[in-house]
């Protein structure tokens, strides 16, 4: 299995290489570096400086063939393949085993001849034998009846017939598939595969990201063959799924249709298209109802849910779905779940001046009674976060599945999401875990990054907006305290990792869940504090504006982040996302001659960042003074500041606002 992947690895680079065919003298494009000129010797400088950041040639490559560029934009070139998907599912309740099949139009919209497709089987993380992050229920995985590429049916291959006999087939390595057509799919051109599979379905699949429980609740994903990204950077995308970091996937239009003994009721990504073959006479009404109200209807209650689809005296129902651009597709199947429904603002979609709304879904079962306000939960989310990034959530619905016995905390796709009950955690974290799980609908379901290998980009954004959805909702009840605090935690020592790492190659620990969640939240808010909120705003709007419906990777965010404030930033990247420095500011001494006052500001550790600092006078005058970033990039660890005042300086305090995630807060005040 090894060898085989290296094979498929170094095939996959010399697909890259075909695609990137440009010249690689790339000195003229590599972006300066902040380093600055210190007045200070070798010998002297005080400190670790900031160093140019690490930019893969490979992405320098895609800026040279003009798909990606210096100042942060897509650059003319910049291209995505495409697929549309038509998938059909049943679940059977008695052996918890869902079969499905699939036709799939793939379009190569790149530069580069295709001789392989690489699909995802996510499912056969529950194989025995495929590598793992950590135990994992074994179901046997995902079994493969049928696999077509153009009206071929195709039969399993070694890597070794590949490569000696240039066999077509398919080869099966883990959550991977590398299927070899009889003919290469050219630049262009299309591809049409089909699909038959099936799988048990485990209780806590894919790592509690779906799954299966009192045999009353199926929330599946992770579910169909999904054909993986081939971008403009790396090519082919096929780091296998470990059950830790989760996904990187392109967009893609489908229809799905989903049958399920009548009993039950389904809800799925997409539109909701044939409510009225599938809904009672009266849950359609509600269903209606809802979709114009501003509170809550309760659709189905809990004793209501044997009335709640049609009675057309079949044994079986089928729920259809349809939904276009999007990365996923999800669905939930309930036989004891109150059904709660109503809609909520989300901005000018279409541009006609007009409010124009989405549905919010709520499915939970009695024993989880805080979800009885979870509706109220998602539609504040749904309409503050579309309000914050001044992109209109753009779907017909937002669908929140209460799943406990699936998932503790909670788990995002487009327009689904499975949540715990949060019994024991209570409503204001029950808030938390909605917001955030809503907040990804825009990272990474509009903004689709690379969350294998850079889960701080998804994590770490919709952890600050989880904050600042927080802000709004609970007032002065949250601050920046409450993302710095699971940072600070590990933050400088030998249990965290960097940012930049790769997600699955943390070490075990907590240094994968502080690198992807608290520690880039907390580095965007003292980004905010470094610009100040309206350059900081502007830059983040501008950031989604530009990304949105594509793949941003890392060096796209820094450079559009760097244009649009004009500002060099170089210094912040490399001491924040590439290293495990602190930060660490400390006021050291207050002396007084006459009336000068000498205020010394010492920088313990390694990340600069500027000072603010509140004086205080025994006058009651507050004055604002700042030393700025250059003054520790050019070697200095301490600064003094002359106040000149007929008044004493009795109290002086580091950053009163609280911007900066710094390690020791108590040294940051000096009182006379």
């Known amino acids: ?272 298209l044939n409510p009225e073959e599938t809904l009672s006479e009266t849950t359609l009404e509600r269903y209606n109802q809802a979709g114009n109200s501003d509170e809550t209807v309760t659709i189905a209650d809990f004793d209501e849910l044997s009335d709640a689809t049609i009675q057309n005296g079949l044994e079986s129902l089928t729920w259809e779905f349809s939904s276009t651009q999007i990365r996923d597709v999800a669905f939930s199947a309930t036989l004891e779940s109150r059904w709660d429904a109503t809609r909520t603002p989300v901005g000018d979609l279409d541009g006609d001046g007009e409010t124009d709304y989405s549905r919010i879904n709520t499915f939970f079962r009695e024993a989880a009674p805080l979800w009885s306000e979870q509706a109220e939960y998602a539609q504040h989310s749904i309409s503050f976060l579309s309000d914050y990034t001044n992109l209109p959530y753009p779907w017909p619905h937002m669908t929140s599945v209460e799943g406990a016995g699936i998932i503790g905390g909670g788990m995002e796709f487009p327009m689904m999401t499975v949540i715990g009950d949060y019994n024991n955690a209570g409503a204001v974290r029950l808030y938390g875990v909605t917001a955030h799980e809503l907040a990804h609908m825009w990272f990474p379901m509009i903004l689709s990054t690379n969350e294998r290998r850079y889960t701080w980009i998804d994590e770490g954004y919709t952890t600050f907006h989880t904050n600042e959805a927080n802000k709004d909702y609970y007032g002065d009840r949250f601050d920046n305290n409450d993302i710095f605090g699971g940072y600070l935690q590990i933050a400088g020592t030998d249990l965290e990792g960097e940012m930049m790492r790769w997600s699955d190659y943390h070490y075990p620990g907590p240094a994968y869940g502080v690198a992807s969640y608290p520690k880039p939240a907390s580095v965007l808010a003292a980004l905010r504090g470094v610009l100040g909120n309206e350059l900081f705003m502007e830059a983040h709007l501008e950031l989604i504006e530009r990304w949105k419906y594509k793949h941003p990777y890392p060096w796209d965010i820094f450079n559009t982040i760097e244009d649009v404030t004009g500002e060099d930033l170089s210094w912040f990247w490399r001491a924040w996302y590439y290293e495990t420095w602190a930060l660490d500011q400390a006021v050291t001494d207050v002396s007084s001659d006459n009336n000068n006052y000498t205020i010394v500001i010492e920088d313990i550790g390694n990340v600069p960042m500027p000072a603010l600092l509140e004086i205080t006078l025994a006058n009651g005058e507050i004055m604002n003074e700042r030393i700025d970033v250059d003054h520790w990039l050019h070697g200095h660890r301490t600064k003094e500041l002359i106040i000149d005042s007929n008044s004493p300086v009795v109290r002086v305090e580091i950053d009163p606002e609280n911007h900066f995630p710094d390690v020791d807060p108590s040294n940051n005040v000096w009182k006379r």
């Open 1 to 272: 299995m090894i060898k085989n992947s290296l094979a498929i690895s170094i095939f996959s680079l010399l697909f890259l290489f075909t695609l990137s065919c440009a010249s690689t003298e790339q000195l003229d494009t590599v972006p300066e570096s902040h380093t600055t000129q210190s007045e200070l010797s070798v010998s002297e400088i005080e400190r670790p400086l900031p160093y140019p950041i690490d930019i893969p040639n490979a992405y320098l490559q895609a800026v040279e063939n003009g798909t990606r560029s210096l100042d942060g934009k897509p650059g003319e070139n910049y291209w995505q393949n495409y697929s549309s998907y038509n998938i059909s599912a049943e679940i059977n309740p008695e052996n918890h085993t869902l079969y499905g099949e699939s036709s799939v139009e793939y379009v190569n919209n790149s530069p580069a001849d295709l001789e392989v497709i690489v699909v995802e089987l996510a499912q056969n993380l529950h194989k025995e034998g495929t590598p793992k992050k950590e135990s994992t229920e074994i179901t046997g995985g995902k079994q493969l009846q049928r696999v077509n590429a153009n009206g071929h049916d195709l039969e399993p291959i070694s890597m070794f017939q590949r490569w000696t006999q240039n066999a077509s087939g398919y080869v099966l390595d883990g959550t991977r598939l590398y299927i070899f057509p009889d003919e290469e799919l050219t630049s262009g051109s299309k591809m049409n595969f089909e699909f038959e599979w099936s799988f048990v379905i485990p209780q806590q699949g894919a790592s509690g990201r779906m799954g299966r429980n009192r045999d009353n609740l199926y929330f599946i994903a992770y579910w169909y063959p999904k054909i993986a990204v081939f971008d403009d950077v790396y090519g082919w995308m096929d780091d296998s799924f470990l059950g830790n970091a989760e996904f990187y996937h392109g967009f893609a239009d489908y229809k799905v249709s989903i049958t399920m003994p009548n009993e039950w009721l389904v809800m799925g990504t997409g539109e909701f």
